[in-house]
């Protein structure tokens, strides 16, 4: 199965943006991805932009300044054009593949290093690109729904061995792709603080539950996948039609209270463990740029089932899978007092997620469920083989047991107040240009003062503080 490569994906291709053509720039030409901006203090509604470099393109206003309009071969680029004046990209992937494409396809066009119809209009940089640093993101779409997998294998025994060390993975797992529904309401835009959740756990020695602030706060390192067209009620996408019916690629960050989840979690999943927050990237990547990137799905081992015919990508075995890796910065008060850079916890990889991302839409919709463009599918944490590449402290530490050591002399079981926690992810391989997703940052605001009114006491219960771990 070959990749559906056009001369976007070009290495060669370079933007007039200098500071697309860096080499570590997350957002070269080659990329396109998008998202909701708004000028920072202007009047103006939040609308669909694409980073390019350290600018971002005002689809709609080189829409209206005719850029995308003219020949015919251009009806479906300003077709999709159209739908950036929007403060969502709901409209843009209710289009599906055709318009997004002919819509890169221009844009990369516009952006090309030679290529000077913007530049010869009028206040072009306010007007038509106006630079990140002076815009402020939102979420990316309005998300319906929010679904989340448990998508890695490794993550999945990694953390049911800490629950049934006898039994990890349970029967279904290889099966089908694990998931629960998730709180949509609750999801936030990169930057926005988090609060420490109060809820309801009970320690292992206790004869009954408290109320009050997590003790043990964690993060997930998650990718999530937005959908696009979407289904009518009843009506199940074909395995061989998932692709079609994905936006596009973001991060995710599913905050988790571990103690909550604990106490709660049998026998319907989690619940409010999970529901006070998760945190979403700006930039969505599209299908379209990450093609390059593609690669076979994770190779069952022997003796694993084969999927069952909904979740066959046979057809598309070489490419089903995805190459990105993504990465986990930890700053806490201390580093950032002092001036250190934010440390890498973990790096892991899609390509080892035991389901693809078609296989988690297919199945999602397998039962006659309708999905709804700007529905979010969490991938669940991203863990891979190797220690290094484990998403989450409950994992990195064996469930609070061993705490991880950090510069400066700190150490961590669990998130502290003040702790910020940055995603990053990025797709790197031979013969194409390097792209990235931007970064998804949150951190942790102590728990809300009437919190104390529990029992518990108020103030930061910080589990993983090193001072008193020292
Ligand atoms: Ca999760």
Redesign the pocket.
Known sequence: MTLRLDDTHDAALRSWVASANAPDCDFPIQNLPFGVFKRRGAADAPRVGIAIGDRILDVYACHRAGLFAGQAADAEAAEAAAACDRPSLNDLAALGRGPRTALRRQAGALLKEGDDRIRSQADWERRLMPAMKDAEMSLPAVIGDYT?FYASVYHATNVGRLFRPDQPLLPNYKYLPIGYHGRASSIVASGTPIRRPCGQAKADDAARPSFGPSKVLDY?V?AGFLVGPGNALGEPIAIGEAEDHLFGICLVN?W?ARDLQKWEYQPLGPFLA?SFATSVSPWVVTMEALEPFRVPAFPRPDGDPAPLPHLDQSGIAGRAGLNATFELHLLTPRMRESGNAPFRLSRANCRDLYWTPGQLLAHHASNGCNLRPGDLL?S??LSGPAKENEGCLLELTLGGKEPIALPGGESRRFLGDGDEVILKAYCEAPGFARIGLGECRGTILPAHPLAGAGGIGPGNPSAGDSPREA
Do not use: I, L, R
Request: charged share 55%.
């Open positions: 989340d997930e998650e599913d988790s999970k969490g669940g944490t």
